[in-house]
């Protein structure tokens, strides 16, 4: 029978044959723990009577988002988690490296065919591979930790099929915001989204990740996009790897098959606060921003600040709104400062901030106070998500980001370039 | 598995930063996260959610993955949760520590009126009617009844 990629991942690791709705027990090929969720996983691994994890070299850890430690509590949670890795041998990335899903992607811990659990939403961003990815809560991580499976229902797939050629300062941010605009936040409840056509086989790795790390907002239980050359050079240079063909059937069956051409997409802009409520950057140009955050996984890579470089030229930021610049990884953080973009930041007004999710879930730094209104290239604008519950946070892309923090407003990047 | 309570209404896409925001996510106190429950969607309402029926809209517990968020409304009271569907990963935390989560349609909400469930035979009872909903799997019923998958899990080996 004709499957779909994921139906085929999870009947290559089960060794056989599993459709959508079947319901097995999987074994997992990675494990990513941080310090939010992390603790209370280690928690429940002990109260279901665990010693010893099922195979160190498979659980990832590492902080991210309270980083350095903003509290004496958060310092504890980190300390418990340091001790649990050192006594159980699992590798820390402790807060050395940056955000965990870039962190799990450029250290080549999550490669085509794979199954990787984590205990936060945004695992789906490594579909970005290839790899079936999902995000779980800290019961489902304990037992992992414990047996290196879980219970899984093969998710139906929503086919996305992408044409056409973006416009100049459009992307793949523009592009996932419209998709959660047009199927919205509950548009893909426990299935996968498969991102496929040309638009998608032209895509870099990082706007590959950008549209998988974005499937949790319509629901989705995984993002993928099947493995093709851009893949395999992407995995090639992080570990050993042999391509494989993993492509969905001809005939494969589908929960729905979406078209879109992006030649006309215009910069997209999600308005408070629903991540679906989506409109062209034209409806709010013009509003007054306090802050713009441009940084996560889901838009903090090297290739984000490449256009916020050649957005912002020789200008200055506006001295009226606080621009927080951080990059997703060390990695990213290095690229960007090779290329000499981390200074041109720094002149221009920026801070520029150690890899870490920074103001995106609200729990560090960066807060707003009430009434204050963020542009932020995250992922959520959820009431309360980056500080005050009577602030606003919009979403967009890199490009529109670092045109608004240039004007101080709200605006669409084709203008001021 | 049955239960009562008084009805709380609450809208759509009520997601899980609302439930409990990340600003309490650097403690394992669970007395924190209980009162502060939904506190970003109305300050007074940790308050009333002991021995409550929360009725709310489409999508209820969207984004993050954070397991404090059943466990927060569970710790301050809250006795099940009904709405016409669920973000997948809160409905399976939900059931994982415990908390009975109820998809069903059309459920009339009066805030502090009395409402009713049963688990096994899958109705709920609210405004003088008498609502059936699809029945969780057995394996579920089974763990909620045990009071979540640690003791479900413990209670096996």
Redesign the interface.
């Known amino acids: 029978m004709a499957k779909t990629i994921v139906e085929k991942i999870f009947s290559r690791i089960c060794e056989r044959d599993m459709s959508a709705g079947d319901v097995m027990m999987a074994p997992v090929d990675g494990a990513m723990i941080h310090d939010i969720t992390g603790p209370l996983a280690i928690h429940k691994f002990h109260e279901m009577g665990g010693e010893r994890v099922f195979d160190p070299s498979k659980v990832i850890m590492l902080f991210d988002h309270q980083v350095p430690a903003d509290s004496i509590s958060a310092a504890e949670l980190q300390q418990f988690m340091r001790s649990f890795a050192s006594e159980q041998g699992i590798f820390n990335y402790d807060l050395r490296e940056g955000v965990c899903h870039q962190v799990v992607l450029e250290k080549g811990r999550a490669a085509p065919g794979e199954i990787i659990v984590g205990s936060d939403s945004h695992t789906c961003m490594y579909g970005a591979v290839g790899a079936f990815a999902t995000g779980i809560g800290s019961t489902d991580m304990g037992f992992v930790l414990r047996y290196g499976a879980l219970y899984f229902r093969v998710p139906e797939s929503i086919r996305v099929d992408v044409s056409g050629t973006f416009p100049e300062w459009v992307g793949a941010k523009d592009f996932i915001l419209s998709l959660a605009g047009d199927i919205g936040a509950d548009g893909a409840t426990y299935q996968a989204l498969e991102f496929t056509g040309e638009a998608i086989r032209r895509m870099d790795m990082a706007g590959r990740m950008t549209c998988c790390n974005m499937a949790i907002e319509m629901g989705g239980k995984a993002g993928i996009v099947p493995p093709d050359k851009t893949t395999w050079a992407y995995v090639g240079e992080r570990r050993d790897s042999v391509p494989f063909d993993l492509a969905s059937d001809e005939g494969a069956s589908y929960a729905a098959w979406k078209s879109y051409d992006v030649s006309d997409l215009e910069p997209q802009v999600a308005v408070p606060h629903n991540v679906d409520h989506v409109v062209a950057v034209g409806e709010v140009a013009g509003t007054p921003v306090d802050q713009v955050f441009i940084g996560s996984c889901t838009n903090g890579r090297f290739e984000d600040f490449r256009d916020v470089a050649g957005i912002l030229g020789n200008r200055r930021f506006s001295d009226d709104v606080r621009v927080i610049i951080i990059p997703a990884s060390r990695e990213e953080y290095l690229k960007t400062l090779r290329a000499g973009y981390i200074e041109r930041f720094v002149e221009a007004g920026a801070l520029v901030e150690a890899p870490c999710c920074g103001p995106c879930m609200g729990g560090a730094f960066g807060l707003l106070a009430p009434g204050e209104v963020s542009l932020s290239t995250s992922n959520r604008n959820f009431r309360g998500r980056q500080g005050s519950a009577e602030a606003e946070v919009y979403l967009a892309s890199a490009a529109t980001a670092a045109a608004t923090a240039i004007a101080g407003e709200i605006t669409d990047p084709r203008e001021v370039v | 598995m049955n239960g009562r309570g008084h009805a709380v209404c609450l809208g759509a896409?009520i997601?899980t930063?609302?439930i409990i925001?990340?600003?309490y996510?650097?403690?394992?106190d669970r007395s924190v996260w209980a009162a502060r429950v939904l506190?970003?969607?109305d300050p007074s309402l940790a308050a009333r959610l002991q021995g409550a029926v929360i009725v709310a809209g489409?999508?209820f517990g969207?984004?993050?993955?954070?397991?404090?968020a059943p466990v927060a409304l569970r710790e301050a009271g809250v006795i099940a949760v009904i709405a016409p569907?669920f973000?997948?990963?809160f409905f399976?935390?939900a059931i994982?520590?415990g908390l009975p989560v109820i998809e069903a349609e059309g459920v009339p909400c009066a805030g502090g009126e009395e409402i009713a469930f049963s688990l096994d035979e899958h109705w709920v009872e609210a405004g003088g009617m008498r609502i059936p909903f699809r029945p969780l799997s057995p394996k579920m019923q089974e763990i909620l009844a045990a009071g979540?998958?640690?003791s479900f899990?413990?209670a096996r080996?």
Do not use: F, P, Y
């Open positions: 896409d997601d930063d609302v925001a990340g600003r996510l650097r403690t394992k506190e970003d969607l489409s999508n969207c984004g993050s993955s954070r397991e404090q569907s973000a997948r990963i399976r935390n994982n520590v979540g998958l640690v899990w413990r080996e």
